[in-house]
């Protein structure tokens, strides 16, 4: 049965029809934890662009280098490349940017060093954060890559700046990924899986794998 076509009311009556543990039961329990992962990242992109407008608007606001009035409207136009906010001590806060690729907002802190950034480009629009020394802490991407498959991808880092936990929802299906430094994983969700024989075949949102560190599969369900 495919888990994923049932709606939250029938996956919910499963779990009170159905003794713990058994098939059934862990099925609809996994795609219930799949959909509460989808949903919370849908929340958090809406956040993430809510905050870009927010922030866009604040800053069209203040008069920039070359500010117009309309006649018609009384509409005034800020028209820039570039414009920066900085605080009292003249440090930057804040930057937007409109470059050829798109437009980039970037938040700084006083040491100088980007925090946060939201890009937008042709085909993809990114929210990343990053630590202090730089390097990137959580990635939210949001696109299209070849114009027709529309993907959004979740992924956040360790302090090695290696993947910890990644999110990926696409035509396929959701698949939520989890690895540690010693290179283990666990898989939950759409995945593609080679048989001996080198055929493949996709699993449901409702599977479960773990792997080991050289990539082997040591446990899987269904």
Same mark, same amino acid.
């Given at each position: 049965?495919?888990?994923?076509?049932? @709606?939250?009311? *029938?996956?919910?009556?499963?779990?009170? $029809?159905?003794?713990? $543990?058994?098939?059934?039961?862990?099925?609809?329990?996994?795609?219930?934890?799949?959909?509460?992962?989808?949903?919370?990242?849908?929340?958090?992109?809406?956040?993430?662009?809510?905050?870009?407008?927010?922030?866009?608007?604040?800053?069209?606001?203040? @008069?920039?280098?070359?500010?117009?009035?309309? *006649?018609?409207?009384?509409?005034?136009?800020?028209?820039?490349?570039?414009?920066?906010?900085? $605080?009292?001590?003249?440090?930057?806060?804040?930057?937007?940017?409109?470059?050829?690729?798109?437009?980039?907002?970037?938040?700084?802190?006083?040491?100088?060093?980007?925090?946060?950034?939201?890009?937008?480009?042709?085909?993809?629009?990114?929210?990343?954060?990053?630590?202090?020394?730089?390097? *990137?802490?959580?990635?939210?991407?949001?696109?299209?890559?070849?114009?027709? +498959?529309?993907?959004?991808?979740?992924?956040?880092?360790?302090?090695?700046?290696?993947?910890?936990?990644?999110?990926?929802?696409?035509?396929?299906?959701?698949?939520?990924?989890?690895?540690?430094?010693?290179?283990? +994983?666990?898989?939950?969700?759409?995945?593609?899986?080679?048989?001996?024989?080198?055929?493949?075949?996709?699993?449901?949102?409702?599977?479960?794998?773990?792997?080991?560190?050289?990539?082997?599969?040591?446990?899987?369900?269904?």
């Amino acid at each position: 049965m495919n888990y994923s076509t049932l @709606s939250k009311g *029938e996956l919910r009556g499963r779990l009170d $029809d159905n003794p713990p $543990d058994t098939p059934d039961w862990k099925h609809a329990f996994a795609e219930l934890q799949v959909r509460a992962v989808i949903t919370q990242t849908s929340v958090s992109i809406c956040l993430a662009v809510f905050s870009g407008v927010v922030a866009l608007v604040a800053i069209l606001q203040i @008069s920039g280098p070359r500010s117009t009035r309309s *006649e018609r409207t009384g509409v005034r136009v800020v028209e820039a490349t570039q414009v920066v906010l900085r $605080d009292e001590n003249g440090q930057q806060q804040v930057q937007l940017s409109a470059t050829k690729n798109g437009p980039r907002l970037e938040f700084s802190m006083p040491s100088g060093k980007v925090r946060a950034a939201l890009e937008l480009t042709p085909s993809l629009g990114s929210f990343v954060f990053y630590d202090t020394q730089g390097e *990137e802490l959580a990635d939210l991407s949001v696109g299209s890559l070849d114009g027709t +498959a529309h993907t959004s991808t979740l992924e956040l880092f360790d302090g090695n700046r290696k993947t910890s936990a990644r999110l990926d929802v696409n035509q396929f299906g959701p698949q939520l990924k989890l690895s540690d430094s010693a290179g283990y +994983a666990a898989t939950v969700g759409h995945t593609v899986l080679e048989g001996r024989s080198g055929e493949t075949h996709d699993t449901s949102a409702a599977s479960v794998l773990l792997s080991d560190k050289a990539g082997n599969v040591i446990w899987r369900a269904p």
